[in-house]
Structure formats: structure tokens, C-alpha cells
């Protein structure tokens, strides 16, 4: 039953779950994609599609609607500064990578909005990185899934899914910290 509710409704859930979420849908995808229940195309052509779209919208929520209330709340977060000066330092660089820097990925195409780059340039730089984005992460998923199923055996398909999300939670923080490490001055120089 399960299974059949997941090959009628997985594309779309997963276009929703990378527009709203990003990379936990794009990565479950892949690993559904490996489970013959859909195939990998379909996801990562879902995840792209929802993860462009969404940001598409959030550019033209800064671009269009800055003053409203929500809009608003925000461009007032913490990470505001930290896009900002990113964003001004490497604007192509930072709109092709935003959606690969954990905690990024909303504020992101807000503050882009709200900036001179015209929209056009953000809408083909913004499909570039989806595109790489919602490949990358799918495939990630996709090859997880293999080293699980070499590891564990055929395991039921919520079992399966319950493993690749414990995955992803340690691997999300432990790449954060190996980047947040890596960018850190050096106190020598």
C-alpha cells in the first residue's frame, strides 16, 4: 500500500518537500530512486524543479514585496549580515552556491532580491545551480542507498528510509563543522 502511494505521489512529494525543505526530500528521492520505486530522473528532475521554483519565489518576495510584514521578519535574521557580506564580496559565486550552505538556502534568494542583480542574471544562474544541486543531492541519496542495501541487505522500505535519514542527520551537522573549521582564519597569520 505503501509503496503504491509513494510511486503515484513521489515526484511531487518530492518537488514539494525540496521547494519547502530542500535537501532531506531531494536525498530521500534518491534513495526511492534506488529502490526501483521511481525512477532517478523523475526525482531529480522533481528536486530541481522544486528547489528553483521555490527560490525563484523567495528572489521576487525580496524583489516585489520587501515591505511586507513577513518579508520583513526575515531580512531581520542573523544570517542577513553573513549573506550580505558574501553577496557583495561574490555575487555570481554566492547565487550559484547559497543552496549548498547549510541555513542559506531561504534567506538567501530574499537578500538577492532586495539587491541590484537583475532578475534575469539570478534566473539563470539560480536554474544552473538547481540543476547541479538537485543532481548532486539525488545521486547522493541514490549511491547511500547502495552502500546501505550492501551493508544491511533488502530491508523493508520504511527501515530503509529510517537509515538514510539517521544518515543524513549526522552527515548535515558534521559537514557544517568541517566548513565552518575549514573557513576559519588562521591564528598564525
Excluded at 534513495?31 to 521555490?54: D, I, M
Excluded at 542577513?80 to 538556502?105: D, K
Excluded at 547502495?146 to 551493508?151: D, K, Q, R, S
Amino acid at each position: 500500500m505503501l509503496e503504491h502511494w509513494i510511486v503515484d505521489y513521489g515526484a511531487l512529494a518530492i518537488f514539494l518537500g525540496a521547494a519547502l525543505e530542500g535537501e532531506t526530500a531531494a536525498f530521500l528521492g534518491g534513495v526511492l530512486a534506488h529502490r526501483h520505486l521511481l525512477p532517478y530522473w523523475q526525482v531529480a528532475v522533481a528536486a530541481c524543479l522544486g528547489s528553483f521554483l521555490a527560490d525563484q519565489a523567495f528572489f521576487f518576495a525580496g524583489r516585489y514585496a520587501a515591505n511586507w510584514r513577513i518579508v520583513q521578519r526575515a531580512l531581520q535574521s542573523r544570517a542577513l549580515q553573513r549573506v550580505s557580506r558574501l553577496l557583495e564580496a561574490h555575487p555570481t559565486g554566492f547565487v550559484l552556491s547559497f543552496r549548498f550552505i547549510y541555513g542559506m538556502r531561504t534567506i538567501s534568494p530574499l537578500v538577492i532580491g532586495t539587491t541590484r542583480i537583475p532578475a534575469l542574471r539570478f534566473l539563470l544562474l539560480n536554474a544552473i545551480a538547481a540543476l547541479v544541486w538537485g543532481i548532486l543531492i539525488t545521486a547522493i541519496g541514490f549511491l547511500f542507498s547502495e552502500t546501505v542495501h550492501a551493508l544491511f541487505g533488502r530491508m523493508r522500505l520504511h527501515a530503509h528510509l529510517l537509515v538514510a535519514i539517521g544518515a543524513l542527520a549526522l552527515l548535515i551537522p558534521a559537514l557544517w563543522l568541517v566548513v565552518r573549521h575549514w573557513r576559519r582564519p588562521d591564528p598564525a597569520s
